[in-house]
């Protein structure tokens, strides 16, 4: 398939995991992709890996925390036709054991980051008569997940601009959707349970799988599946959606 073919993308949080896989299978659909992230090697190694493969990645490191650093990294692009924002950290912790210092923290990364690519690029999208959002959110938004109180709250926050950006722009040509994945098997799973779980890794591996009614996580590559779908042309009657890729989370549980 050869869906963006003449696109500008733009991916946050590209450098691993969700965001990496978003970007690969983007740029394997012939898009040029952006991608956005404050760990230089591993956006490196990303932009490398989709140019290699034939297809066409430009490095934008910036820290989506940082507004005037992100507008300087998007600077070059001469259009965004499409922008995924998957850039997120996570953190554990009930509202009783939840620090102030914890809270800023994911509001700064999962709230004011994805506000900040949407700040810059909406006006772009809205001067060059239109474009596609993506935003990653979570299950966590639209359920209790023990635990994730800092992180429901801030992919609840997600979900809520997703809504407002498609109602506020759909006139102008703007499609914005969302995607609330269950557990999604990443680089960053795996470290988790390594630091918190040394030497039961495999046995919490299997707890974490098991929550999906399926019995298993999602893979990284699937979500990218269901992304590219979403941000093309064969998803244009598509706008304010929020779609569950949960392995049967939300219906089964």
Known sequence: MNRFSGKHIVVTGGASGIGAAIARRLAREGGSVWIVDRDTAGL?????EVNRAGGHAEAAPADVTDLEALRLALAKLPRVDVLVTCAGIAHV?????????DLDRLYAVNVKGVFHALHL???????????????LASVAARLGVAERFAYSMTKGAVLAMTLSVAKDFVAAGIRCNCLCPARIHTPFVDGYLARNYPGREAEML????????????????????????????????????????????????
């Open 206 to 253: 299997q707890q974490l799988s098991a929550y999906q009614p399926v019995g298993r996580m999602g893979t990284p590559e699937e979500v990218a599946a269901l992304a590219a779908f979403l941000c093309s042309d064969e998803a244009r009657f598509i706008t304010g959606a929020a779609y569950d890729i949960d392995g049967g989370v939300m219906t089964l549980r």
């Open 44 to 48: 490196a190694s990303v932009v490398v």
């Open 121 to 135: 690029a909406v006006p772009r999208m809205r001067d060059q008569g239109g474009g596609v959002i993506l935003n």
């Open 93 to 101: 912790g009930t509202v009783e054991t939840t620090s102030p210092e």
